[in-house]
C-alpha cells in the first residue's frame, strides 16, 4: 500500500507493523521525521518527531483530531485556550499570559479536538513527539512540507517558505482553524 492511499480506503486493514526511521520532511521551518501514517494504522493515528529552533510557534489553532505532544528535549510554553478567549483583540492577547505553561522533558501536552492551542519553543531547539489521534493531522504536516535535503534543521529563508495560497488550501483540505496568529517572542523580564 502505498503513501498516496487514502484512509478511508484502509480504515478497517491495519496491520501489525514494525517502523523504523522514517521520512526526513522540511515542515515550515523545522524538521518532521515522519513515524505512522494514518495509511498504515488503519486512520487510529498519526505519530511523527518534530525538530524544532528556537522561537518556533504554530499559529493559535484548532483541528478536529486530538493532538498530543511529549516533549523529548528541551523546552516549550504551551497554550490551551478556551474557544471564547480566541477573540480578544488586544495585542498580545490576554491568553498569551493567562494561559501559558512551561514544558520541559517529560512534559506531555494535550490538546483534544476543536480546542485552540498553541507552543512555543524556549530553548535553542526542541525534540518532541506528536500524535494525532485519529489520523489526519501528519497530512497537514506532509501537505505543507518538502522532502529534507539533508537530516537537521534548514536555515531560515529570506521570505515565507511556502505561499500563503496553498497554506490556506492545505488548512481547508484537512480542517484546520486558525484562531490567531503564534505567540509573541518572550519580552525581558517576562516569564509564561
Keep these: 500500500m502505498s503513501a498516496q492511499t487514502s484512509i478511508a480506503a484502509c480504515a478497517d486493514t491495519a496491520e501489525p507493523c514494525v517502523v523504523s526511521g522514517g521520512e526526513n520532511l522540511w515542515f515550515l521551518g523545522t524538521l518532521a521525521r515522519m513515524k505512522l ?3 498504515q494504522t488503519g486512520g487510529r493515528l498519526g505519530l511523527w518527531e518534530g525538530v524544532l529552533p528556537h522561537g518556533a510557534a504554530p499559529p493559535l489553532h484548532s483541528h478536529p483530531q486530538d493532538e498530543t ?3 523529548l528535549e528541551g523546552e ?3 497554550w490551551l485556550v478556551e474557544l471564547e478567549l480566541t477573540e480578544d483583540s488586544a495585542d498580545p492577547p490576554s491568553w498569551v499570559a493567562t494561559r501559558g505553561r ?3 522533558p517529560g512534559a506531555v501536552v ?3 479536538g476543536g480546542t485552540p492551542h498553541t507552543f512555543r519553543v524556549e530553548s535553542d531547539t526542541a525534540r518532541m ?5 485519529p489520523a489526519g493531522i501528519e497530512n497537514m504536516v506532509r501537505g505543507l512540507a518538502e522532502p529534507a535535503q539533508w537530516p537537521w ?3 531560515p529563508p529570506d521570505g515565507p517558505r511556502v505561499p500563503a495560497d496553498r497554506v490556506a488550501a492545505v488548512e481547508r483540505e484537512t480542517g484546520m482553524m486558525r484562531h490567531g496568529p503564534p505567540p509573541p517572542p518572550i519580552q525581558s523580564g517576562d516569564r509564561a
Excluded at 513527539?129 to 489521534?133: G, I
Design 37 to 39: 501514517d494514518g495509511w
Design 69 to 71: 505532544f511529549y516533549v
Design 76 to 78: 516549550l510554553t504551551a
Design 102 to 104: 512551561r514544558c520541559g
Design 110 to 112: 494535550f490538546a483534544p
Design 129 to 133: 513527539l506528536a500524535l494525532s489521534t
Design 153 to 155: 534543521l534548514q536555515p
